[in-house]
């Protein structure tokens, strides 16, 4: 069953293949596979033997082919076998992709999905040293989906989830487009079996149907080829099962709306024969607008290169065409595969290791000790957005996530760009920085040297793991000060919800123990990356509950709990607190355009169903107003109410904002919340802008007139590097 000389046939010629290393790694495999027996029943052997056969497939090498051999050995056979022994016997590149593809199973984890993230992540790593590793694993992985049969029903689809959702893409981010419609296909097939069957009819009904046209199509693009010299293959393909799901499921469409259905690939052996056979298909057959793509010109972030163009004949059936060259063609059915550096003297080690720092970039993301599914979720960003193409002003090609905006594109072009940026242009004109980019837009980046870095609001605004990567870069080790106040503050606040007082001395204590525990070197660098943003105070609750427990000791008396006496319900009606016109109990609502506050001179508007809308005197929009001869009418004399007045320190019930210019490299921002937080006020909202190398936090309060505003502006003026602090307007 298991042949190891019919295997060793089907090694491409010409390949320099250690026939004898491969047959020891046979051997030794089966050896510590031996009384095993898979779900199906078979020998455990003929699983690592298919892995094996499909490594063949992709053409790689020695190496790759005893690693296919020995994946599961070190994993299912611990008493046997070792990366020790494999390294001894099969060579270090051996132990180290068997090593890649063993799972963490000596490591204790505290759930299943913690177990699931870190060994993605350690076959990341992996990958990233070796990409053999993840050829192999995709090998695996297509085994397993062919045999899935004989596992358990929640098991099917908890392994089709998880082919779907990370290896199938994998597959389609490294350009292997077989192996990628193989894998979704039978994941499919078991994730929706309903839905599965249904596109499978249509295709076997569709496909007897119109066999005849397809071959018409076929043999008139055959002559005409042959007329004109080109050399070519020509090969009669139809739509993958999933491709058609997905766009009759995700995008609504109905059997009729699936233009590329059927397809003609074109093979060829030259770049200009392409595009030569691309105008000889078009002087044929109607070309339906909007679908013709040269992606020959503009290669796909996997390598993928080809011409794409959907044409129509007079059976009024669509079909689409692609050409492509031997090459090309070779590149698209095993993508990074077809380039490997361990095969293709031609590739060197810098252009293999460009294609593969996507993986590093997943790679560098802050690891948040209690949520594993940080490092699960770029993951899915960068496999699962479409892409867009954007260009430099030197015209090249930039990919980009889907949704991604100018500060992403400054960021992968180099982080220096996009710290110093200040501006960006597209198509030549000037756009917001938060400004979405669309495929085939020119972007240049606009910078200055006086420029003090990102925005902590960029986080929010960018899209890419790359850039959020290095915007928390630059600030982990830009604005450290900064950082570890604002994680104080955090900490502090996490702290307090625990009900019981504790000591500076106590604290540290605390905090210290949980930097150790999750492999920091000190409190400090704790507060550093909760501050930067790399990690969550409140997702750290649990391990600061169990250390605050633990060292403040549960006989310490509770903070005692005082019965605050009951406040009145003070009524949201605001009738009574303005008099219109010597009247008092008319309907107002206050303008937001300049927020009045009891003390300010006031004026009413009489609005069309609305009441009276209250504005200050010298509000803009009250001068211009008196000034219309249609509206004057409608300006009525108003005041406060003396029960307002008399009340002004009691009740906040007023809105108001504070312009707070501040020194951009300072902790002023936290120094001011905090600050308003001990004075009982509430903030409402906050924004920050840059203005001229400083800082501008707009900041929406409540209190209670004119007096309390004055006062807090008094004590915010106070703040160390606070420049300026005016009453602002809208918020």
């Known amino acids: 069953m298991n042949d190891i000389n019919s295997l060793i046939e089907k090694l491409p010629a010409g390949g320099n293949y250690d026939i004898e290393k491969i047959k020891r790694a046979y051997e030794y495999a089966t050896r510590m596979h031996e009384g095993q027996l898979r779900k199906s029943g078979d020998p455990y052997i003929t699983h690592p033997f298919a892995v094996a056969?499909?490594?063949?497939?992709?053409?790689?090498?020695?190496?790759?082919?005893?690693?296919?051999?020995?994946?599961?050995?070190?994993?299912?056979?611990?008493?046997?076998?070792?990366?020790?022994?494999?390294?001894?016997?099969?060579?270090?590149?051996?132990?180290?992709?068997?090593?890649?593809?063993?799972?963490?199973?000596?490591?204790?984890?505290?759930?299943?999905?913690?177990?699931?993230?870190?060994?993605?992540?350690?076959?990341?790593?992996?990958?990233?040293?070796?990409?053999?590793?993840?050829?192999?694993?995709?090998?695996?992985?297509?085994?397993?989906?062919?045999?899935?049969?004989?596992?358990?029903?929640?098991?099917q689809r908890?392994?089709?989830?998880?082919?779907?959702?990370?290896?199938?893409?994998?597959?389609?981010?490294?350009?292997?487009?077989?192996?990628?419609?193989?894998?979704?296909?039978?994941?499919?097939?078991?994730?929706?079996?309903?839905?599965?069957?249904?596109?499978?009819?249509?295709?076997q009904r569709s496909y007897g149907q119109h066999i005849d046209f397809l071959e018409s199509a076929k043999k008139k693009v055959e002559k005409r080829l042959e007329e004109y010299g080109i050399k070519f293959t020509l090969e009669g393909r139809i739509k993958s099962t999933y491709s058609i799901y997905k766009k009759m499921y995700n995008q609504n469409k109905a059997f009729e709306e699936i233009y590329d259905l059927y397809a003609i690939r074109v093979i060829v052996n030259s770049e200009l024969d392409c595009y030569s056979a691309l105008g000889i298909i078009h002087e044929q057959f109607n070309s339906i607008p909007g679908r013709f793509k040269d992606y020959i010109s503009t290669p796909k972030p996997n390598m993928y290169r080809s011409l794409h163009t959907t044409v129509i004949g007079r059976e009024g059936i669509p079909f689409e065409v692609q050409i492509r060259t031997w090459e090309m063609h070779r590149v698209a059915e095993y993508g990074l595969a077809a380039h490997w550096k361990y095969k293709s003297g031609e590739q060197t080690k810098e252009s293999i290791d460009k294609k593969l720092q996507w993986i590093r970039t997943l790679l560098e993301t802050e690891k948040d000790p209690d949520d594993p599914d940080e490092f699960l979720r770029p993951l899915k960003i960068d496999l699962f957005e479409d892409e867009i193409f954007v260009f430099t002003p030197k015209g090249d090609v930039v990919n980009l996530p889907n949704r991604a905006t100018t500060i992403d594109f400054a960021y992968a072009i180099h982080s220096a760009v996009g710290n110093k940026m200040v501006g960006a242009k597209v198509n030549g004109n000037i756009v917001p920085i938060d400004y979405m980019l669309q495929t085939g837009q020119i972007v240049e980046v606009l910078t200055s040297a006086a420029s003090k870095g990102p925005s902590r609001d960029w986080l929010k605004i960018v899209c890419s793991n790359e850039a959020k990567n290095k915007i928390r870069q630059f600030f982990k080790k830009e604005m450290r000060t900064e950082n570890i106040q604002l994680g104080k503050y955090e900490v502090e606040r996490e702290l307090k919800r625990f009900g019981r007082h504790f000591t500076d001395s106590q604290r540290n204590e605390i905090v210290g123990n949980i930097a150790q525990r999750i492999g920091l070197p000190e409190a400090d660098d704790l507060y550093n990356n909760i501050g930067y943003g790399g990690m969550s105070a409140s997702k750290l609750s649990s391990k600061l509950k169990d250390e605050f427990d633990r060292i403040i000791r549960p006989e310490q008396p509770d903070e005692p709990v005082i019965e605050k006496p009951k406040k009145e319900k003070r009524s949201r009606d605001m009738s009574q607190s303005v008099i219109i016109d010597s009247v008092s109990g008319c309907q107002v609502k206050f303008a937001k355009c300049c927020n009045p506050l009891p003390?300010?001179?006031?004026?009413?508007?009489?609005?069309?169903?609305?009441?009276?809308?209250i504005h200050k005197y010298d509000c803009p929009k009250a001068t211009e107003g008196l000034k219309k001869i249609d509206d004057k009418d409608r300006w009525v004399v108003a005041s406060w109410s003396s029960k307002v007045i008399e009340k002004n320190n009691n009740n906040n019930d007023f809105t108001a904002t504070l312009d707070i210019f501040i020194s951009s490299s300072s902790t002023a921002i936290a120094d001011v919340t905090i600050a308003l937080s001990e004075l009982k006020v509430s903030i409402i909202s906050m924004v920050t802008k840059e203005i001229d190398g400083n800082m501008k936090l707009v900041i929406g309060i409540k209190c209670s007139g004119i007096e309390h505003l004055k006062s807090i502006i008094n004590i915010v003026k106070k703040i160390k590097n606070v420049k300026e602090v005016v009453r602002g307007y809208q918020i």
């Open 158 to 203: 908890s392994i089709a989830l998880e082919t779907m959702h990370v290896y199938a893409p994998l597959a389609h981010r490294l350009g292997m487009q077989k192996m990628k419609q193989e894998l979704e296909n039978l994941a499919l097939k078991y994730l929706d079996p309903i839905g599965y069957n249904e596109v499978e009819n249509y295709i």
């Open 599 to 613: 003390g300010d001179s006031i004026i009413g508007y009489i609005t069309k169903g609305y009441g009276v809308s």
């Open 53 to 155: 056969e499909i490594v063949i497939d992709l053409q790689l090498d020695t190496d790759s082919i005893c690693a296919a051999f020995l994946h599961d050995t070190v994993e299912d056979c611990p008493d046997k076998a070792s990366c020790l022994n494999i390294r001894k016997e099969f060579g270090e590149d051996v132990a180290n992709i068997v090593d890649g593809m063993t799972k963490l199973v000596q490591i204790p984890f505290e759930n299943k999905e913690e177990e699931h993230i870190e060994n993605l992540r350690k076959m990341f790593l992996a990958m990233s040293k070796d990409l053999r590793v993840i050829f192999i694993k995709l090998a695996d992985r297509l085994h397993n989906m062919r045999t899935l049969e004989f596992r358990s029903e929640a098991k």
